[in-house]
């Protein structure tokens, strides 16, 4: 389920106006630009134990809430068929992502997709999931976390930390000790939600870019 670019992002723009209305679809459109037009941040590489994953395993933060784990598009049409939200029309490039390899995690509330983030668990599965060049020593043990979206009206409900639980437990139980993630610095709300596992510092780095062309560095 490919599709057209245009299709998909007149799809996701009809459904953030019905589901958040006129300040939904601005928000969207900003966000949008942001990421595909000219992107320019810091971002703290860091490391977390997975066996720390008990600290967030408690009871599900919200009535309703139902976490699938996604292996490959497969999993999505089954999901489809038993009348879940299809997250491919909710976040772009999921079939991508899960084409390369990487492991979805997808929160529904009442079937309605209210988060998804992922893990990779080789260098293929991690360049298919995030364009951040960062270190991720496979061979060593470790495994890559990142692209966590929660949807605006599911956010500040613990979703997102009982979820970061689940990948530490899945990444554990298959002989990866630590996980390393690209978390913007200025993303207050991804920082403290990560404290509650440990998180150690790698290192604090800078990326631009426009369009097609990019840098990366560290300071």
Not at 14 to 19: D, E, H, K, P
Not at 166 to 189: I, K, P, Q, S
Request: aromatic share 10%.
């Amino acid at each position: 389920m490919r599709g057209h670019p245009l299709s998909w992002q007149l799809r996701r723009a009809t459904q953030l106006l019905r589901n958040e209305g006129l300040l939904g679809l601005a928000n969207g459109l900003a966000e949008y630009l942001r990421y595909r037009v000219f992107w320019r941040t810091r971002f703290v590489i860091m490391t977390t134990d997975t066996s720390t994953y008990p600290a967030g395993l408690a009871a599900p933060p919200v009535e309703g809430l139902d976490v699938r784990i996604l292996h490959n598009e497969a999993d999505v049409d089954r999901l489809v068929a038993e009348g879940y939200e299809d997250l491919r029309h909710v976040v772009k490039n999921t079939g991508r992502r899960l084409r390369h390899g990487a492991v979805g995690f997808c929160a529904f509330v009442d079937g309605a997709v209210a988060h998804v983030s992922w893990v990779a668990l080789n260098e293929h599965a991690k360049n298919g999931l995030s364009p951040i060049p960062c270190r991720v020593g496979f061979k060593e043990g470790e495994g890559y976390w990142g692209g966590s979206v929660t949807m605006r009206r599911f956010r500040n409900l613990g979703i997102y930390k009982h979820v970061m639980a689940m990948r530490l437990r899945y990444c554990h139980e298959r002989g990866f000790d630590v996980l390393v993630d690209a978390t913007e610095a200025d993303n207050a709300a991804s920082l403290k939600a990560q404290d509650m596992y440990g998180p150690r510092v790698r290192s604090v780095c800078r990326y631009r870019r426009l369009l097609g062309w990019s840098q990366w560095c560290e300071e």
